[in-house]
């Protein structure tokens, strides 16, 4: 079966490409619509982002179709949907023959977004504006018990891979979890604090290929990772214009909006002048997120790139695996009792890099092999992370070269699993590479130098000893 891809537009069409020619194949048109009513305009406390774009949405558009704001297609690429921003419809097309099977019709306002069941590509859900989310059969064109309501507009959704559980992102910066089956909601994560200040929310939604991990984003400058189940944030990355971004440590959630130090100009920033001082306001729109096959990293879309992340599941802080035992201050008491692989293990356990450091540190270069062979191979990778970043940054190469060559001869088979270490890793060493080659040549051409004036300063000395003696 040829592989394509499906794209919609506010032109009011579907295309359909052949990724083996690389061109458009068939080109599906929604049908022509009169404007009768605007889309229902946000209330409240809704962002600045949201209501430009209703007022964008309620723009006259002159195409020949309804302008389309969602896409889906079923897992067998039989069908595809498109939800449209008016009139509140859903499209129905055969990819075979292009031809417009059904309308499904229903919702109060654009549809935001659409999704088919894994487990039964027949049931699709459709996301809207007029808060609810709608189960339909589409070879029926009928809809599934009642809508799912939300407290706001639904923004994104995604089903959990084996389809028990649909995922559902408002305008009101929160995820809904839902046994849709029971239509009954599971859990509800509250992502304010982790979006920080500006009514800002997300619009993109991915699960884990295991279902215990959901990846969001959107109208923010962050890419959260959380745990479903627990209802907690597991990590923060930023999206930056730079090459690659560290995640955000839990500590810094609360300051992390107010961080200046990055000054490079953000994809979908704008900059604005006031009283004669520049105030920046980054507004890093995140258009799709999606994870790997095996969730080891994931993508994240922004307007004029595609970024890759690393996520090194053992990297992050594991309270459940730390006692009340495990404290700093032990570890302090430990390096002072002469107890370095007791130190070295108890800081990996509280993730803290500066405190690992210093274990590291105050380790003896003979006693590396042996203190590495007696850290668990989960410890690897974010081991070799941070020591990738010292051999960045310190002058001590030697000696951090030194555990990373103990940790790949160790731990070689475990890392291989985690390529994001192995690649910053790779980074650490040519940047080395970069930095020392030209110093190393410049010392190789002074002690040849130096030797050749040597060697003529002897020639010139030993005839003016035979002469004298001539």
Sequence with gaps: KNAFLASASADGTVRLYDLARYRCFRILQAPSYIRTAKATAPTGNASAQLKAMHTKMNKDHDTPGAPLSSLALDPDGEIVCAGSREPFEIYVWATRTGKLLDTLAGHEGPISCLAFDPRDPSTLASGSWDNTVRLWRVYRNEQIDEPLTHPAHVLALAYRPDGHR???????????????????????IDAKPDLGIG??????????????????????????????????????????????????????????????????????????????????????????????????????VIPSAILVFG?????????????ESVTPLAVADALKASEPAKALAMALQLADDNLTDAVLKHACIDD???????????????????????????????????????????????????????????????????????????????????????????????????????
């Excluded at 850290?375 to 070269?401: C, G």
Aim: aromatic share 8%; glycine share 4%; with cysteine.
């Design 166 to 188: 649909l995922c559902i992102a408002c305008a009101d910066a929160a995820i809904h979890v839902w046994d849709q089956a029971e239509a009954r909601l599971i859990a509800v």
């Design 199 to 300: 009514g800002k929310f997300f619009d993109a939604l991915a699960y884990s290929v295991d279902g215990k991990r959901i990846l969001a984003g959107g109208i923010s400058r962050f890419v959260c990772l959380y745990a479903v189940e627990q209802k907690v944030l597991l990590a923060k990355f930023a999206v930056t214009g730079r090459s690659s971004s560290d995640n955000i440590d839990e500590k810094e959630r609360a300051t992390a909006e107010d961080d200046q130090d990055d000054a490079d100009e953000l994809p979908g920033a704008k900059r604005f002048k006031l009283a004669g001082q520049a105030l920046r306001a980054t507004e890093a729109n995140v258009n799709a997120v999606a994870f790997s096959p095996t969730g080891r990293s994931f993508v994240a």
């Design 311 to 323: 996520i090194p599941e053992e990297s992050r802080f594991a309270p459940f695996e730390v006692d």
């Design 368 to 470: 590396i092999a042996l203190l590495v062979a007696g850290i668990p191979a989960k410890r690897a990778a974010p081991l070799v992370t941070l020591i990738s970043d010292r051999i960045e940054r310190s002058p001590h190469l030697e000696f951090y070269l030194e555990w990373l060559l103990a940790l790949l001869r160790t731990h070689a088979e475990h890392l291989r699993e985690d390529p994001a270490a192995v690649r910053t890793a790779q980074r650490a060493l040519l940047g080395a590479q970069r930095t020392l080659t030209p110093l190393l040549e410049d010392n190789t051409f002074a002690f040849s130098y130096l030797g050749s004036v040597a060697a003529s300063s002897n020639n010139g000395r030993s005839n003016t000893t035979t002469t004298a003696v001539v």
